[in-house]
Nanobody, 122 residues
Framework: QVQLVESGGGLVQAGGSLKLSCAAS??????IGWYRQAPGKEREFVAA????????YYADIVKIRFTISRDNAKNTVYPEMNSLNPEDTAVYYC?????????????????WGQGTQVTVSS
């Protein structure tokens, strides 16, 4: 069983930046994905990173603005979000998978965190 703990969310003004964290328990390294869910909307894929950190994947809506990285020594993944706008307001979740095939599909992920709220004011 893997536990994922997100942190770093908060309130930021439009145009600002936030750096989230997803810390995974245990020693095993997993393929990590990030999703978000805004009020009244379905959960959507945001970004993902391979076990080594050598491959990253982004949804078109966040490409260029978001950067995902990881520190395997700390078993932690960091999505850095820049040029935030009110449409980025959502609860952000990280999820872990044994492999990355189908990385944008939520059904590949075995473990999910509780989420962290990001609110962008206009």
């Amino acid at each position: 069983q893997v536990q994922l703990v997100e942190s770093g969310g908060g309130l930021v003004q439009a145009g600002g930046s936030l750096k989230l964290s997803c810390a995974a328990s245990g020693r095993s390294s997993y393929f990590i994905g990030w999703y978000r869910q805004a009020p009244g909307k379905e959960r959507e894929f945001v970004a993902a990173i391979s076990r080594s950190g050598g491959d990253t994947y982004y949804a078109d809506i966040v490409k260029i603005r978001f950067t995902i990285s990881r520190d395997n020594a700390k078993n932690t993944v960091y999505p850095e979000m820049n040029s935030l706008n009110p449409e980025d307001t959502a609860v952000y979740y990280c999820a872990a998978a044994q492999h990355g095939a189908g990385w944008s599909y939520d059904w590949i992920y075995d473990y999910w965190g509780q989420g962290t709220q990001v609110t962008v004011s206009s």
